[in-house]
Structure formats: C-alpha cells, structure tokens
C-alpha cells in the first residue's frame, strides 16, 4: 500500500472512530422533548427541504456535468468524480463535527463542538437559526452549501491533481476554512456577522473562499503538461451548457431558500436571482461578440454562472433593478477576468478564480452599494440610500476572506506536499485522470464487447483534442 494510501485510509478511519461517541444522543436528540416546544411550519419545512434537494442538484450533477464538459475526454470521470465523492466525504464531516464548528454558539472565530455528531441538533426549531423549520432541517440546508463549496475549487486544478491527495484536501480544507469562515458570518456570535456584514447565500462564505482558495491552489499545484502549447478545448459542451442549466435551477434553492421560510423575502430573492442570471449572460455575451467577432454557447453559459454567483450575497437584500445592474457588470468583468489570466500566466482550468472569485467579490461589495432596508428589514441600506458604512464592513469581510481562504488553503497545501505528491506523475496525466487515477474510460468506442480491448491499449490510452482557437483560453 503506498504512502498516500495509508494517510487517506487513516483519515477514513478517524472520521468512523469520531463518530462513535455520538451514537448513545442520536435516538434522544432526534425525538422532541414532550413539553411545549415552538411550532414547526410545515409550509416552511417543505420549502427547505425542496430547496435542499435544489442546492445538491447544484452539485451532482449539475456543476459534475458543467466541469465535465469543459475537460479533455480523458478526465471526464476524474472530473465527475470529484463532485460525486465530495457528497459523500462532506455530508459526513459535517455530521460528525462540520456542523458544530459552523453554527454552535462558540466564539466568534468559531463556534464549539456542543453539536458534534448532531448532539442537541434535533426535530424542534432553533431560534437562533430558523423559528419556524425543524433544526434538522436548517442543518441539512446549510451542508448542501458546504459541499459545494470545495467542489467549485476542482474546475481550477482539473486534469492533474492526485485523487488520494484532493480527499484529504477537501477534508482539511472543509474543516480549518470553510467551517469556521462559516461561523464568522452567518453562526451566532460571528465577529463579521456582529461585525453588520450581509452574505444572503454565501458571496464571501462561498464563492470568495473557493475563488481565492483555488488561485493559491493552482499556483503551488502547478500548470497542466503542455499548458499554452497542446489544445484544450471543452470535449462536451451539450454537458457544460446542461450543467450551467442544472445550476441556474438549482440557484433559486441557494438564494430563494437562505430566507429559511416560503414568504415575501423568498420570492425577492428567487426573482432578482433571475433578474441578474439573465443579464450577465447577456452582457457576457455581447463582451465576447465585440471583443472576438462570435458569441459563443460556453460564453452564454459561463456568463450565467458569472451573474449567479455576484446576486448571491446581495439577493435578500437588493430588488430586480439592481439585481440586472449587478448581473450587466458582473458578465463584463467575470469574461474580462477570464481573458486576462493568459496575460498573467496561472493555469486556471475552467475559469474558477474568474468568475466565482472575481464575481464573488463585486457581489459582496455591490451588496454595499445596492442593498436597501425596504426589500429586507433585517439587513441594511447601501451607499445609494446614504449609508457608506455597510460598504466598508463588505471591504472589511471581503478583505478578512481573502486573507483566511488564501493563507490557510496554502498552510494546508504546504503541509500535503511534505507528506505526499499533490498531482499525477507526468506518466499518469499524458494517461488521463480516468485511466490512472480509477482504471476506467469514459467512453467506449468499441462495440464488440465481446472482444474486450488489449490491456495494452488501455496503458496507451491517449485523448485527441481538435484544436479550436475560441476555447484555446480555455
């Protein structure tokens, strides 16, 4: 068994071992106490849990298929492995102790692992969170964010990171990053939350972190063997643009859902969500058309994302005027973003620091400009209504996410690669991350299936990329 082996088999242990504690509160934790608890809603319920299942859809499969379409033929699966298996690994993190470093009342860095295992996260709501829905059911809403979130990192480092390494940096990443960047904006005591920060769905506890987190990846990780010289182009696109599909439905759980109820505040956010959707993808392509005499359908698509992903933290917060300026902008300088790394020269793969990175932060900060007290009560009038503060607490969050995700994912990474190799041998990435990474092919082009291939046509398995100067940035 090799090195890296023994080290994510050890972490796999530990995850089982840590859970045994928790067992003997399950049955009492789940079951609501016999006295007068508050009142579960069942509109409201049924609303999260709706919104839930929308958000996993956001992951498998709709970013797998998104990711999948954009790489070479042989890594699709390495590719839609990576979503699939982050379900998984971090729903059960996140039951075990994920959760409880997230949301218990701790301190404002952190919150304490009072709720580890679920402990005391039972069947009666959580004032604290969620009046009116289960506290289960606020838990099982807030995981589907944290497993996206380290998902939307693997479009950066696609085609060349070591399977074993990427499931113990997804492990680690999730509970030392995400977790306590979690607590610090939406758990009770969070200093940004205290701090009058406004993050509706996840702009700087999301897509800052993962877009920071995945520069400084694929800075110490390294390009692709013949970045800039080998062609690249998307082997898919009919899945890239039903995985943008996949995520556009999936989004109006993301933001509609984060208002915890099926009311007034549901229906803003899932209608400024579309509103700033469909002017990104718009104004995205039009940047495109002028700047490179063609529109594109992976320019459409990404342009959609790019206006999700800015509405997110100002979408309980902004109306449907707002939310098309935000959604016009953001197509604009996400494409400009994703234009510009050639001249800076980091091997971003599917555009992750671009849009979710790039996008994330105009969004916090446009959250400043834009928000208004009149759409929601409960957050904030921006600079356009005369309150310049907010704006500087979106600086002061924005600024805090930068330097956490950036500094504590290269502390994590730094780390790996003094145990074990982060990427593929060069042997290994000329093969493809579905054949040396999972001994399978994505696709088979022989129909004789009883007459397998040769094994030494599986060792020589190559992909053979047509060259096409619009994806080439790629």
């Not at 995850?15 to 006295?35: C, G, H, N, Y």
């Not at 996400?334 to 790039?358: E, I, N, P, Q, T």
Request: net charge neutral; proline share 5%.
């Amino acid at each position: 068994m090799t090195k890296s082996k023994v080290v994510i088999f050890s972490a796999l242990i530990v995850l089982m071992i840590s859970a045994v504690p928790a067992v003997a509160q399950v049955v009492a934790d789940v079951t609501p106490p016999a006295a007068a608890a508050p009142k579960v809603d069942s509109g409201d319920t049924a609303f999260i849990l709706i919104a839930s299942a929308l958000v996993l859809l956001m992951t498998i499969p709709g970013l797998a298929l998104f990711y999948g379409g954009m790489v070479r033929t042989k890594n699709v699966l390495g590719t839609l492995m990576q979503s699939l298996i982050l379900v998984g690994l971090i729903s059960v993190q996140w039951v075990l102790w994920g959760y409880s470093i997230s949301f218990a009342t701790g301190s404002s860095l952190m919150g304490s692992l009072d709720w580890i295992g679920l402990r005391h996260v039972g069947l009666i709501p959580n004032p604290d969170y969620a009046a009116t829905i289960p506290h289960q059911a606020y838990m099982v809403f807030q995981l589907m964010f944290a497993i996206i979130t380290p998902a939307l990192m693997t479009g950066a480092f696609a085609e060349r990171m070591k399977f074993a390494t990427f499931l113990l940096f997804s492990l680690l990443w999730a509970t030392f990053i995400y977790d306590p960047l979690a607590h610090w904006v939406w758990g009770t005591g969070g200093w940004l939350r205290n701090l009058g920060a406004l993050d509706f769905a996840g702009g700087t506890v999301v897509h800052i972190s993962s877009g920071v987190s995945a520069l400084v990846a694929i800075l110490i990780i390294g390009k692709r063997l013949g970045y800039g010289v080998e062609p690249t182009a998307p082997h898919n696109l009919p899945f890239t643009v039903i995985g943008a599909s996949l995520l556009w439905v999936g989004w109006f759980g993301f933001n509609a859902g984060s208002a915890l109820a099926a009311n007034g505040l549901a229906v803003s956010a899932f209608v400024v969500t579309h509103c700033a959707a469909a002017a990104a993808t718009l104004s995205w392509v039009l940047a495109e058309w002028i700047t490179r005499g063609k529109p594109t359908v992976l320019g459409a698509a990404s342009g959609a994302v790019a206006g999700l992903v800015a509405i997110t933290p100002g979408s309980g917060f902004v109306g449907p005027l707002s939310g098309i300026v935000i959604g016009l902008a953001a197509g604009v300088l996400c494409y400009s973003a994703c234009m510009f790394k050639s001249r800076l020269g980091y091997d971003d793969s599917l555009d992750v620091v671009g849009v979710h990175g790039v996008g994330g932060i105009f969004g916090a900060l446009a959250t400043g400009i834009f928000a208004s007290k009149a759409i929601n009560p409960a957050g904030a009038d921006g600079v356009i209504y005369g309150n310049y503060s907010l704006l500087w607490a979106q600086v002061i969050a924005v600024g805090a996410t930068v330097v956490f995700a950036g500094l504590g994912t290269g502390a994590i990474l730094f780390l790996l690669k003094a145990v074990m190799a982060l990427r593929v041998s060069p042997q290994e990435e000329r093969m493809g991350l579905d054949l040396s990474q999972h001994s399978e092919s994505a696709y088979t082009f022989n129909n004789d299936y009883d007459e397998p291939a040769p094994t030494w046509a599986m060792s020589q398995h190559k992909s053979v990329a047509v060259p096409n100067p619009a994806y080439e940035e790629r």
